[in-house]
């Protein structure tokens, strides 16, 4: 059985960090792609990154770059998600969630999907 659980999320303040976990179990990173989605209240379900084993690159939306850093240990089967200089914008429920094959910023092509951790910003 495939099974994607998330972990570290949170209440911060503004300017702060947080490292979030995903940890896969039923299937190896190696042929998949791993993304971090997140969805705020009202709001369509958007990537915020991913890492795609399959041509070893990582992706990262705009509204992230510089702030967020995805990695993955692939001995551990756990992807992280450190982010850096919290935004009051960055409130959501964050997801992971995998797909067999290389990277998609559609949510709809991720077959796997944890079940969420929130994400809250203060200002």
């Known amino acids: 059985e495939v099974q994607l659980v998330e972990s570290g999320g949170g209440l911060v303040q503004a300017g702060g960090s947080l490292r979030l976990s995903c940890a896969a179990s039923?299937?190896?990173?190696?042929?998949?792609?791993i993304g971090w989605f997140r969805q705020a209240p009202g709001k369509e379900r958007e990537e915020v990154s991913c890492?795609?084993?399959?041509?070893?690159?990582?992706y990262y939306a705009d509204s992230v770059k510089g702030r967020f850093t995805m990695s993955s240990d692939n001995a551990k089967n756990t992807v992280y998600l450190q982010m850096n200089s919290l935004k009051p914008e960055d409130t959501a429920v964050y997801y992971c969630?995998?797909?067999?094959?290389?990277?998609?910023?559609?949510?709809?092509?991720?077959?796997?999907w944890g079940q969420g951790t929130q994400v809250t910003v203060s200002s």
């Open positions: 039923g299937f190896t990173f190696d042929d998949y792609a």
């Open positions: 969630a995998g797909r067999e094959g290389p990277y998609s910023d559609y949510a709809w092509r991720y077959e796997y």
């Open positions: 890492i795609s084993e399959s041509d070893g690159l990582t």
